[in-house]
C-alpha cells in the first residue's frame, strides 16, 4: 500500500488514511520546516538571524 502513495501525487494518501488526518499531517510537516536547520549557518526559520535581530534592537 505505501509504494503505491509513493508513486501518486502527495495528496494521494490522504485516500488511504483519510481526510480527517490532512490538517494534523500537514500541521506536521510545516513544523518540520520551520525548525529545519539551514545551511551554512545552522539557523532556522524561527530562531532567525540572531546577529540581524541585536543590530536591529540595540
Do not use: Y
Not at 2 to 11: F, T
Amino acid at each position: 500500500m505505501i509504494g503505491r502513495v509513493h508513486s501518486q501525487e502527495p495528496d494521494a494518501i490522504f485516500e488511504i488514511i483519510g481526510d480527517h488526518w490532512q490538517g494534523p499531517l500537514r500541521g506536521c510537516a510545516f513544523e518540520d520546516l520551520l525548525t529545519q536547520e539551514l545551511e551554512p549557518d545552522g539557523h532556522n526559520l524561527v530562531d532567525g538571524d540572531e546577529e540581524r535581530e541585536t543590530t536591529i534592537k540595540g
